[in-house]
């Protein structure tokens, strides 16, 4: 199978997920959205939307682990969500550990002056995306 070229790259959260988009061929990905989703579960036809318009090789979920490495709650819940990506786009689907990318993109949006940028909802969200990303892409070059 050749090395995914255009990725598509979730923050999972229960009430809101984050979306970048990042190429191998750069290392980078930028923020697209954040999608609601109700007790995890986003509107699985915005997600579709999505890979529509982008037509991703691959899809990378952030696993959010305790800072000890061992699985949360939370990380059982973003690896269903991974295999449910999966299952109803048969796109393969890569998990990264993403400790600390919220901490640090509140922090980049504080240090943006808390401006919104051309994504829309919450940002923090999609930044967070963004950092794990590029995490993926950093431990995964093409």
Request: charged share 25%; net charge neutral.
């Amino acid at each position: 199978m050749p090395a995914p070229r255009l990725l598509l790259g979730f923050d999972y959260g229960s009430k809101q997920i984050g979306v970048a988009v990042g190429q191998a061929i750069t290392g980078q990905a930028r923020e697209l959205c954040t999608l609601k989703a109700q007790n995890g579960v986003p509107d699985w036809a915005r997600v579709e939307a999505l890979l529509k318009e982008w037509q991703p090789d691959a899809l990378v979920v952030g696993l959010p682990l305790n800072m000890d490495g061992t699985p949360s709650e939370m990380s059982e819940r973003a690896e269903k969500f991974a295999r449910k990506l999966h299952g109803r786009f048969n796109l393969p689907v890569h998990t990264h550990d993403e400790r600390l990318t919220t901490f640090e993109a509140k922090g980049e949006r504080l240090a943006r002056g808390g401006q919104k940028g051309s994504y829309r909802d919450n940002p923090v969200d999609a930044i967070a995306a963004r950092l794990l990303l590029e995490g993926w892409l950093e431990a995964n070059p093409g």
